[in-house]
Each structure stands twice: as structure tokens, then as C-alpha cells.
């Protein structure tokens, strides 16, 4: 055997034995489903995790994680979308071998598609300009997603071409002249011109949402306050004995939530050693130890700030502003661009976008508030049903099931904690210290801080 051969054997012998282990229990708790992941530590490996849980449309409840030497312990109390445990055998085990052998390189299927990034000043009829010019220029839209936020919009946007099928990327005067009108479209008419950035790529791994939380970030839009809604509850503390940070948030729980925040301390270069996540009613508080990626905990005060500040946008971005319209119908060439004229013609804005295609079916959910960000009137409402389409396109509730419905099942296992509260950004009981104090006392961990 030749040494090159010698070697790769190695390596997959080091991936097997460093490859997560899984356990999924249903009988720790009557309503929730334990999913346990013991694994290797390795840069981005929670992030990984959770981000395979929330494709799943997994609602993640409760966690505990935590990181002994060089071994991760994460456990997340999950639920399907309808608030019930997880009961189908075939579905657990999936999630089984999806988190054991895929080793997280997960692709999201966008091979043979054209990527197209987008980044912004948001305006009312935006998308539907965007959407317009890819129908001119015969490109179909199959999957897409945009986020606002504090007046900017980053969207992701996956296309082919309108004849052939195929990828844009034999024709670069074609490239150059989408790459040009879809920048004259998001140039803005303030101080943040120049901050117009469009994107081409081809093919992708991409994970869409990761995605756009980088994009938003990119364009620091964490730095402009334009909403008038109430922050989420942010607090960085220093733990200078132990050499963390704590981080601290209170916000309403909402589905992906624990996404968000793991997605931007990944990001930002912080390292989670030790988390607790619980939710009391329709609050989600969450705690993290950290450390930046050098070793060191935050050292300055416009680094705390500058960490607050992303943790509240990364909360803001995905929370649900106005009327969620749903259309499911027959998918053809120019339906977006008709449907979002239409939107515009009324007079609203779309806050959040998520379009998705499949074997020729058209699924896409709109997030509208009139234009001045506020909720829209029935009437008019009413008349775009009439226009798109009454039986395709439905008006649903933003979640199938509500937090508060979510949390009377949970009290029937469990007393309701009425100390672990967060206010004015100061925690009152440390949920992750009795966490860590607890998973030593049962002896699964060595130590704990």
C-alpha cells in the first residue's frame, strides 16, 4: 500500500472516530423530543447542529450545551411545527443518520442554478422591480429569499435560464447587463448609495439564511435604528476568573430563533463553550459563555456594544412584520413579477419574501405592510385576493401553533421557573449555571464553571 493510500485510510479512520453520536428520546419528557449530540469539538460545529434541527423544522424549545476538553455535549429539547414531540420512527431516524453521516456538508440543492446577492436601500415595490427586470431578461426565478431590515434589504435569489434551463454563465454580456440593471434598481436616493452590492455565482452549497444574516451584516445594518419597535434584551458581562463573556438575551420565542443567534457569534468569531436555553410563556432567555476566536473574552466597550447591537438585528431580521400571504399555484413564466406588481400597485411592502418551485408548483409567502410599515387594510386585502386569485392565495397565521399553546403543554411536566428573568439587560438567576452545576452533579461533564 502506498503511503498517499496509508494516509487517506487515516483520515477516514479519524472521521469515523470523531463522527457525532446521537441518542433521540421521547420518554424524558411527555411533550418534547431530546435530542442528544455528543461530538468532537471543531469551529462551527453548534452552528452545524442547530442549523440541521431548524432545516428539519425543528422548534428548538430548550438546550444545554456544553463543551468538556475537547468534546461537545449539546442536548435540545425539540417539537414539531404543530407543538407535538416527534412520533414518526421513519423521521427520527433520519435525523439519526442525517446528523451521524453527513458530517454537516449539507447542500441545499442549488446545483445547475445561477446565485444572485442582493443588498440594498428597501423601498415599497422593490422586489417587484427586481423580480420585473428577471422577467425581461428571461431569467426564472426557482428559489429566493429577502429579508428588511432598519431600511435595507438583502435577498438571495436563485435563477436559470428561461429557455435553455440551464445556468447563466455561458454569456458574460448577459451577466454584466443583469449584474447592471439590478444594480441601478437598488441604488438608493440617501447617504447609502454607494452600499448598492449585487452578486453572480454559480452553483452552491450556500446555505440561504446563513446567507442573508452575512449579507445584512456586511452591510452593517445593525448600525441604523429606523424601527420603532421595543430591542430584544441584550447584556455582555465579563467573567474575568473564568475567562468568558456572558452573553444574555430576552426576546419572544419564535421558531429558528437559536439559529439566528449561533449563526451571528459564529460569524462575529465567538466560540460557545457553554449555553442554556429555556422559554417561560412566549420569552425565550438565552445564555452563552463565550470567548473570541483569539482566546479572549470581549475586551473593549465599543466591542460589547457592537456585539449588542448585532444579536438584537440578528433577532430583528427574521421577526414577523404584517400580513403573511401564501400562493400555491401552477408555476409559469412572469408569475412573480405579475403577483409583486400587483402588491406594489396596492400600495404595499414586502417585508420578507420566501419563493420556492417545485415540479412545477409555485409556493411563495409574502410578508406586506403597507408603506408606511403598518398593518394592512383588510379591504385591500380583499381586492389583491380577487386580482391573484381567491383560492390561491390564502392569508394564515404567522405560526401554526402558538407560543402560549406550545408552553401549557410544558407546564404539565414541569413547574414554571418565575426567577429566571431578564431585566434591564442584568440576569437575576444564571440558567446556565445550574445547568452546568446539575450535569456535574449527574457526572456527564467533569467540570463546570
Known sequence: MELSDCSNEYEKLVVRMNMPRVVIDNGVCPNLTVVKIDSARSPGILLESVQLLTDMNLW????????????NM????????????LTDENLIRYIEKSIETSHYNKSEGYTGLTALELTGTDRVGLLSEVFAVLADLQCDVVEAKAWTHNGRIASMIYVKDGNSGTPIDGDSDRVQRIEGQLRNLLKADDGYQNDTRTCVSYGGNTHMERRLHQRMFMDRDYERKFDSEISPIVSVQNLPKRGYSVVNLQCKDRLKLLFDVVCTLTDMAYIVFHAA??????????????RHSDGNPVSTEPER???IQCLQAAIERRTIKGVRLELCTADRPGLLSEVTRILRENGLNIARAEISTEEGVARNVFYVTDANGSLVDPEIIKSIREKIGIDDLNIKETFPISCREAVEKEQHQEPQDQQGRIGGGTVLVSLGSLVMRNLYQLGLIKSYF
Open 60 to 71: 428548538i424549545r430548550k438546550a444545554y450545551i456544553s463543551s468538556d476538553g475537547r468534546w
Open 74 to 85: 449539546d442536548v435540545f429539547h425539540v417539537c414539531d411545527l404543530n407543538g407535538n414531540k
Open 277 to 290: 436555553i429555556r422559554t417561560v410563556g412566549e420569552t425565550a432567555f438565552l445564555e452563552f459563555y463565550v
Open 305 to 307: 456594544q457592537r456585539l
